[in-house]
């Protein structure tokens, strides 16, 4: 039963490597690397340690940027979902915050806060933050009246009806809200290192594209997606052992 | 019409017997401009099932959540046991049309969640809800959650989860219309034998005229536009007969029929 997801996974895995591969073959693009050539050198890069440093130095506003997403997007998410007048004063905000085009917003960011580490995590919460405080917001506000009647009848305070019914209810969507702001985290701490300063993984796709060292740049992307890939599995395993009801189905009728 | 012999005579009798668990008077409630309840006054007796009939939209619904202090009402008085409903107490649990259980809790936690909110250490609470658990015919299922029960055995634990907390008024809405005919007729056995056990006031929202002369003690027949108690109906002569009889018994097919026959021109 849990084998056959694995067997999957990997066999999806292999098929979108082995396309990999005969894509650089043929070749479809002059710089278009392949596989094989791409993994060489990550393990390169790994072996004199240079995408280590370079992962210090991304997942610092990265890491950063993710960590006051999650709290401060489900806490104004919460509230909002919680009072109307709240939602009618902030939730445009987010909003236009999350159609706004990012790289319009860099210049202004840059302008205000330097090329420092702020803005680059700053660049992250603006990619991270809308989409996990519309999330909270919208499934605060689905929470199911019956069950909310259902606690106040049996004498529960604001507090229990918070803690007790429209968290555990809405947990599945503000997951699914974390799982795309930490998606789009990941776009915009690399985002940030191609346009603000290029340091970090940022620095070596724009420094092998230079070269012309395409292998190299494609291992460093490479290597961001599957790290992002882990992270979103490791914050399914919280979810399941934070929410031990959200696998288990939902009571229709 | 035959049917205003039994109820004028039912009204004159029934009232000053017994006390009253619950007392509504003169309450009446709108919705915007929907006028939902006019007006009204009903007595519960203690110890009893009475049946809140009517067509849907009638308030119904609007009536057992105003006494369960879920809903203001906008004039007029409840009282439960002699104190004035200003909104939920311990005096009173619920039991919903759609079961209101938590998908993300097992039907143990489930039945123990009143408890839960008043703050019952967790082993006494369990102990507690085991027990009505088993008393509503759920045993071994503790660990089962709501999505992996019937329908009937979901309003089971709504049932164990009412029953736990020890209120003094049972306010059922509608809690077998979700279910299928056999469970529910099976139900309405279990509701006689419950009322007898329990000794609790239970007030029982329902639109099946059969169900509710069934498990009735006091049936209030409530009209639309304007909302009214129109009749109320105490059967008298088949209670004490069995379970396996009351089907059959000429008093409870007489008030069934009667009944219909002052619902059926408001039904569209
Ligand atoms: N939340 C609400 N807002 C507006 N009107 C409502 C609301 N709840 C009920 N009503 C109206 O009040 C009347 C009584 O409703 P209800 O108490 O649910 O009736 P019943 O339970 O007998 O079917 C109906 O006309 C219904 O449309
Ligand atoms: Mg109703």
Redesign the pocket.
């Known amino acids: 039963m849990n084998n056959r997801p694995l067997l999957l996974k990997l066999l999806s895995a292999a098929l979108v490597f082995g396309a990999w591969e005969i894509a650089g073959r043929i070749p479809i693009s002059y710089a278009f690397p392949t596989f094989i050539e791409s993994m060489t050198a990550l393990l390169s890069m790994m072996g004199d340690g240079s995408i280590f440093l370079a992962y210090a130095e991304t997942l610092k506003p990265l890491v950063l940027g993710l960590v006051i997403s999650a709290f401060f997007g489900i806490g104004i998410g919460l509230w909002i979902g919680l009072s109307a007048r709240f939602e009618w004063l902030f939730g445009p905000i987010f909003i236009v915050m999350q159609t706004a085009p990012l790289a319009a917003l860099i210049p202004i960011l840059v302008m205000v806060y330097g090329i420092g580490l702020t803005s680059k995590v700053f660049v992250v919460c603006v990619m991270a933050m809308p989409v996990i405080v519309l999330n909270t917001s919208g499934a605060v506000r689905n929470t199911p009246q019956s069950i909310k009647d259902m606690a106040k009848s049996f004498l529960a305070s604001d507090r229990d009806v918070l803690v007790k019914i429209i968290i555990p209810a809405a947990s599945p969507i503000i997951f699914s809200g974390l799982r795309l702001g930490v998606s789009a985290g990941f776009i915009g701490a690399i985002l940030a290192e191609l346009k603000i300063t290029p340091t970090g993984v940022g620095d070596i796709i724009s420094y092998s594209r230079s070269v012309a060292d395409y292998p190299s740049m494609y291992a460093a992307i490479f290597s961001i997606i599957l790290l992002a890939v882990i992270f979103l599995n490791l914050l399914e395993k919280l979810e399941n052992y934070m929410f031990e009801g959200n696998n288990r189905g939902y009571v229709s009728d | 019409m035959a049917m205003s012999q039994i109820d004028s005579a039912a009204v004159k009798t029934a009232q000053p017997l017994v006390d009253s668990a619950v007392s509504v008077r003169n309450v009446s ?1 709108k ?2 401009d ?4 006019k007006d009204l006054s009903l007595e519960f007796p203690k110890g009893e099932l009475t049946s ?1 009939l ?12 105003i006494i369960a202090g879920l809903l203001p009402h906008d004039s007029g008085q409840i009282e439960v046991g002699g104190k004035t409903v200003t909104g939920p107490g311990p005096d009173r649990a619920f039991v919903f049309q759609d079961f209101a259980l938590l998908p993300w809790a097992n039907v143990l936690r489930n039945a123990a969640f009143g408890l839960e909110l008043r703050g019952v250490a967790k082993s006494e609470r369990e102990a507690i809800a085991e027990k009505y658990i088993r008393e509503v015919g759920l045993a071994g299922f503790e660990n089962k959650f709501p999505h992996q029960l019937s329908g009937g055995m979901r309003q089971r634990v709504g049932l164990a989860r009412a029953l736990s907390v020890n209120a003094q008024v049972l306010l059922l ?2 809690p077998f219309s979700a279910v299928d005919e056999q469970t529910r007729r099976k139900f309405q056995e279990d509701m006689l034998a419950l009322v007898a056990n329990e000794k609790k006031t239970f007030i029982f ?1 329902t ?1 099946s005229i059969e169900e509710a002369v069934y498990v009735s003690d006091q049936i209030a027949i ?1 009209l ?1 536009r304007p ?1 009214r108690v129109s009749e109320i109906i105490r059967p008298t002569s088949f209670r004490g007969k069995g379970v396996e009889n009351i089907r059959r018994d000429s008093e409870y097919l007489d008030i069934v029929d009667e009944i219909w026959a002052s619902l059926r021109s408001y039904v569209e």
């Open positions: 409630k919705y915007g929907v006028q939902a309840l809140l009517g067509p849907s939209g009638c308030g119904k619904t609007t009536l057992l959540k809405d509608e929202v639109h409530l639309p909302s």
